[in-house]
């Protein structure tokens, strides 16, 4: 069974720091890239940053230059480290697999992109003032 399981969040000062984990279980051999995803409450669900297995990366520009991700492909782990937390990166955080580029493995053989996407069940984060 295809499972993403967040861990890390907690409540934290303004200027504190988390590091939440996206851990992917039961894939099978394919390829996909993982974003991660917050809400607040009564407001829309937001991109926060997104990483394929090359490690490239994108962040939104509310999190540029405090948040980093990581992706550890041995682990099929994921990472967002948060610093410099504010009240306004609070919110439930979670990630989702998506199909990312078809790539060949050393011995030659493609791995294609997986396919639909999956959510995890999110983790909370909750920063005061």
């Known amino acids: 069974q295809v499972q993403l399981l967040e861990s890390g969040g907690g409540s934290v000062q303004t200027g504190g720091s988390l590091r939440l984990s996206c851990a992917a279980s039961?894939?099978?051999?394919?390829?996909?890239?993982i974003s991660w995803y917050r809400q607040a409450p009564g407001r829309e669900r937001e991109f926060v940053s997104s990483?394929?297995?090359?490690?490239?990366?994108r962040y939104a520009d509310s999190v540029t230059g405090r948040f980093t991700i990581l992706r550890n492909n041995a682990k099929n782990t994921v990472y967002l480290e948060m610093t410099s937390l504010k009240p306004e990166d609070t919110g439930m955080y979670s990630c989702?697999?998506?199909?990312?580029?078809?790539?060949?493995?050393?011995?030659?053989?493609?791995?294609?992109?997986?396919?639909?996407?999956?959510w995890g069940q999110g983790t909370q984060v909750t920063v005061s003032a």
């Open positions: 039961g894939f099978p051999r394919c390829s996909y890239d």
């Open positions: 989702k697999a998506e199909p990312g580029r078809a790539y060949f493995t050393p011995d030659v053989k493609v791995i294609l992109p997986c396919p639909g996407d999956t």
């Open positions: 990483i394929d297995r090359d490690g490239r990366s």
